[in-house]
């Protein structure tokens, strides 16, 4: 075998202590001298050296200009803070809300309610333009447009104005509601959105659009999205998808950055396409 022996297999006093190795001999260096006070201020690398890991100044951001809506008086008072919201959560809204600034919903209140109720009955299943012409003539018969004085209307006279007899019909059912106290008027600003839907979709003729619409034009609730009007949806459709066909689903998406303002997001999509929807 060889003579000579692997690290691991030699005896431990025959490995050399690194006292007995030697240590190369030179003259001595000076050691450095760091500089005080003035002289270190002075100092270039010194100063290299304090200003190397020293953060750089930040310049203060600069606070996103406000736009001024001009908004007309009469809008509900949540109206300006919900379009400044929409205006950050929704691209198309960013755009649509400055370019219509000054306008905005402007609720005719709950003391119009019947009124407001009965153009609607009046004008489902036309245009809009045959609407208005049929209210014009429907509004001449009673004394006021009030729940008794249309119980006291002769039905020849409201078929002679143009009304179907089913208009009739749901007219005379929408008076009844109010003079026999079916509707509970004086809880609706405690009510939900959709146990009014309900109150109102009890009265004959009365759809859940035409109760959605109510709670946006007469009522001003701020949170209604009414997907079953087709403006709404064509909007959605030329506005976020570039025309293609949206299905009720895909509005819905849309709508989550809408919350808690479907309201106002739903009115400037309107007004986009300058749609007037019955109310």
């Known amino acids: 075998m060889s003579a000579v022996k692997h690290l691991d297999t030699m005896e431990f006093e025959q490995l050399p202590l690194v006292a007995d190795l030697p240590v190369p001999m030179g003259p001595a260096a000076p050691l450095p001298v760091a500089p005080l006070g003035a002289a270190a201020l002075a100092d270039p690398a010194v100063l290299a050296i304090k200003t190397a890991g020293a953060p750089k100044p930040v310049a203060p951001k600069m606070a996103a200009p406000k736009i001024n809506l001009a908004l007309p008086e009469g809008v509900p008072a949540y109206w300006e803070e919900a379009c400044r919201q929409l205006m950050r959560r929704d691209r198309v809204l960013k755009r649509l809300i400055p370019q219509l600034g000054s306008q905005a919903l402007l609720p005719c209140g709950q003391e119009q309610a019947f009124a407001t109720l009965a153009r609607s009955i009046i004008g489902q299943q036309i245009s809009a333009k045959s609407a208005k012409t049929l209210w014009n003539k429907f509004a001449k018969l009673p004394a006021a447009m009030q729940p008794e004085q249309v119980l006291r209307l002769k039905v020849d006279d409201m078929r002679g104005a143009g009304l179907s ?106 007004r986009s396409l300058e749609a007037q929807p019955v109310a």
């Open 165 to 270: 007899a089913r208009k009739v019909d749901y007219l005379v059912d929408l008076a009844l509601h109010f003079t026999e106290h079916r509707l509970h008027m004086d809880e609706w600003a405690q009510m939900s959105d959709e146990v009014i839907i309900a109150e109102l979709m009890s009265i004959r003729g009365l759809s859940r659009w035409t109760a959605e619409n109510f709670l946006i034009y007469c009522l001003g609730r701020p949170n209604v999205l009414p997907l079953d009007d087709a403006g709404l949806i064509q909007g959605i459709s030329l506005n976020h998808f570039s025309g293609d066909p949206v299905s009720r689903s895909d509005a819905r998406e849309v709508a989550e950055a809408w919350k808690p303002w479907c309201t106002v997001a739903t009115w400037y999509i309107w």
